[in-house]
């Protein structure tokens, strides 16, 4: 492993310098295009991103970033999280439940819902962490871009950027009037709405609200017709912006979000036969369910937030952002998705299952920020970090569809976050620039657990830690360095080393109080990446790629596993602990030849296997444990192959009547399993899916978009799980059709 990783040091060491060696010959390259002044004109459109503090140019990023622009979020529809991982390979999902969906970047990621859990790869909001899946469920109208972030991020970002991020950046306020509307319709009673308003309050002063509305009667239905898979959203946020002085601005932000969903279709394949290789078949095209009690989603997150930057220091820009994020989370589930009657006929020796939680959470963060100014040679960007998240959760799995007793688990989690960051860069003359950062951070996280048995009307307390609570107290170094390469306008490498790792954890659902007040190490992870950014014929071919090899160190993986102390059909969450090897190449391809033709080819290869993994399996009548040795395995979410391609008509612009675009979108990924043992029974067949839309827009404020999604009305898993003697499945949403009606107003 070792050798491996020199060789990837010295193969980027030998592509720059035989990359440089004609370079250098010649005379000095003209400047980069930092400031997209290259985008003006023909060719591909040239995006801005601030992945690493800075403004810069997305092909002068020495980092692997997907980014779309606010005009393409539009364009293809991206509405939710879970359509914004279709559009970017190397990403995936746990869609347990649908509202608080926990992101997996090139393969790292946590399913660990508890109070005492982290995130291993996060999102950020305005440069806000969010910190609890739930916090995803934001607007994603009236964003300026979306920047995707691959590798860990653990220098600039830091908190729990293991590996990778998604950054939410939101338009702000201009100093003149403009508006914008939104109206989709479509099949299942999808009705969307969204308004945009900016206007400039007095001098110095303006204002941008948004407002969103998301509605759809369920992409299935009941037995006797009652909502399953809808959607149900209110979101609205308003951005105050103030001059204070030359250079100098004050930024304030409330939004919130509220979502409230009916119950999520389930299907027990186990009914169905098993073919080794292919595990269970699929339902033919299911519609119907039949839960004996209908669960819900209702969600509520948002927060507010304040930013101040000044350029007054003279030598650097000197921001201070503070925020508070809240959620309010509760959960009903009917996870066999049928009735007493029909468990009994299939063999389930209980009559339902019903998996219950409630979260409360609040985020407080603090970051302020010195970054250089001026255009020597010489740049750096330094600050400091703090983090409170307050976490209350109580979970529940009831094996009847009428219980009678409880068996609830309540945990309650303070986690202190403090760090000191920097990262600074040199650039010579002749194109090369060296940079190298690091981040301490002080993590302190208490986790108190209390479990309730017996009949609901008199519970008793199993165990209570309150008075002596688990505590992960730890301070963690991570760095990143490296070097890239600009050799001409069109050609730029770079090759980096970076760090990222996760605070320990703590068990949801722990089955005494000793169990319940001991932590996991820490995750680490150490990436090593090469890539190549090219531009070619006058900036209409893009070709970018990279390759990575990441050690993963101590990844905690989740897993609900048989327990037979708790019924025929109990469960419990575990906890163990593995180590991985991860390979990939991530590649990015744009052909605009002309102006009526475009195309889009994003490929992500992943190679990720267990070098250490010895997996709980279960729990006897005597509460023994059971255990399979992983080592080998491929690990879980992670396609080995994702393609999303896109290919675009569009007529002249120039014509009196307007003018139309046609657009095609293919999303392949190969299969994958549920979990980490590889067995087939957890397992995602490959599947491609088709979207295609066609756009008239009568001038630029004015446009019609009748498109269409899933056309092929493919049969795909979301998620699943199995219990031995069952293997629930929920699918993803089918083919729907629908039209888009924007106007703005300038």
Do not use: C
């Amino acid at each position: 492993m070792a050798s491996t990783k020199i060789s990837i040091l010295r193969a980027s060491s030998a592509l720059l310098a035989t990359l440089a060696a004609p370079a250098m010959a010649q005379e000095t390259p003209a400047a980069p295009a930092e400031d997209a002044q290259a985008a003006q004109g023909s060719g591909i459109d040239e995006i801005i991103v601030t992945a690493r503090r800075r403004e810069e140019s997305l092909q002068s990023a020495p980092i692997t970033v997907t980014a779309f622009s606010g005009d393409q979020l539009e364009q293809k529809g991206i509405t939710d999280f879970a359509r914004l991982a279709q559009a970017t390979p190397g990403i995936n999902f746990d869609a347990f439940p649908k509202a608080a969906p926990r992101p997996f970047f090139r393969g790292v990621g946590s399913s660990n819902q508890g109070a005492g859990g982290d995130p291993s790869s996060v999102a950020f909001l305005d440069g806000v962490y969010l910190g609890r899946a739930a916090m995803l469920g934001i607007d994603f109208y009236d964003l300026e871009r979306v920047e995707v972030l691959k590798g860990p991020q653990g220098t600039l970002w830091g908190k729990n950027v293991v590996a990778g991020s998604v950054n939410f950046v939101t338009a702000k306020p201009v100093d003149h009037a403009e508006a914008d509307a939104q109206l989709t319709f479509g099949e299942y009673g999808q009705m969307n709405g969204n308004l945009m308003l900016n206007a400039p309050v007095t001098d110095g002063v303006a204002a941008r609200l948004t407002l969103g509305a998301v509605t759809n009667d369920g992409f299935r239905k009941t037995i006797d017709g009652r909502a399953l898979d809808d959607e149900n959203k209110l979101s609205a946020r308003l951005h105050v912006r103030a001059d204070l002085g030359p250079d100098t601005w004050l930024l304030l932000t409330g939004d919130v979000a509220k979502q409230d969903l009916s119950d999520s279709s389930r299907y027990n394949v186990l009914l169905n036969p098993f073919t080794p290789g292919e595990g269970y078949a699929d339902f033919d095209n299911p519609r119907r369910a039949n839960p004996d009690r209908l669960g819900f989603t209702k969600s509520t997150t948002g927060g507010a937030r304040a930013e101040l930057s000044t350029d007054v220091l003279g030598f650097a820009n000197w921001t201070t952002v503070a925020a508070w994020r809240t959620l309010d989370y509760d959960f009903s589930n009917d996870l066999d998705g049928t009735d007493a009657a029909t468990n009994a006929a299939t063999g389930l020796p209980v009559s339902g299952l019903q998996v219950l939680a409630r979260e409360k959470a609040d985020s407080y963060s603090l970051e302020s920020r010195l970054s250089s100014l001026h255009g020597g040679p010489f740049s750096w960007v330094a600050g400091v970090f703090y983090n409170r998240d307050e976490v209350f959760r109580e979970r529940e799995t009831q094996q009847s569809a009428t219980p009678t007793t409880i068996n609830r688990f309540f945990g309650h989690s303070v986690n202190n976050s403090y760090a000191v960051f920097g990262e600074a860069q040199y650039k010579f003359d002749f194109g090369l620039r060296f940079f190298a950062g690091g981040r301490y951070t002080q993590e302190k996280k208490t986790y108190d657990a209390r479990r309730l048995q017996g009949a609901i009307a008199a519970p008793t307390t199993s165990y209570d830690t309150g008075d002596t609570p688990g505590v992960f107290d730890k301070g963690v170094f991570t760095y990143r360095v490296g070097a890239d390469f600009r050799f001409s306008d069109n050609i730029f490498a770079f090759g980096t080393v970076s760090t990222g790792f996760k605070s320990g954890a703590f068990q949801e659902q722990p089955s005494s109080a000793a169990l319940a007040r001991i932590p996991t190490d820490p995750e680490r992870l150490t990436n090593y990446e090469i890539g190549l950014k090219t531009d070619w014929l006058d900036r209409k071919l893009r070709a970018n790629i990279s390759a990575f090899w990441m050690d993963y160190r101590d990844f905690q993986t989740i897993k609900v596993v048989p327990d037979a102390t708790q019924g025929p059909v109990g469960t419990r969450v575990t906890v163990d602990s593995a180590d991985a090897t991860i390979k990939g190449v991530e590649s990015e391809f744009i052909l605009a030849p002309v102006d009526w033709f475009d195309a889009t080819v994003r490929y992500t290869y992943l190679h990720p296997y267990f070098t250490r993994f010895i997996q709980t399996a279960g729990f006897d009548i005597n509460g023994d444990p059971t255990f399979v040795d992983g080592a080998g395995n491929r690990m879980s979410r992670t396609p080995k192959h994702a393609v999303t391609a896109t290919a675009g008509l569009q007529s002249s612009r120039d014509a009196s009547w307007g003018w139309l675009r046609a657009e095609v979108t293919m999303d392949y990924q190969s299969d994958a399993f549920e979990n980490n043992i590889n067995d087939f029974k957890e397992y995602r067949k490959p599947r491609t899916l088709w979207d295609a839309s066609l756009t008239y827009h009568l001038d630029d404020r004015y446009s019609v978009q009748v498109w269409g999604h899933n056309l092929t009305d493919r049969n795909y898993r979301i998620w699943q799980t199995n219990g031995g003697v069952y293997q629930y499945v929920q699918y993803g949403a089918p083919r729907q059709f629908g039209v888009t009606l924007r106007a703005k107003f300038l």
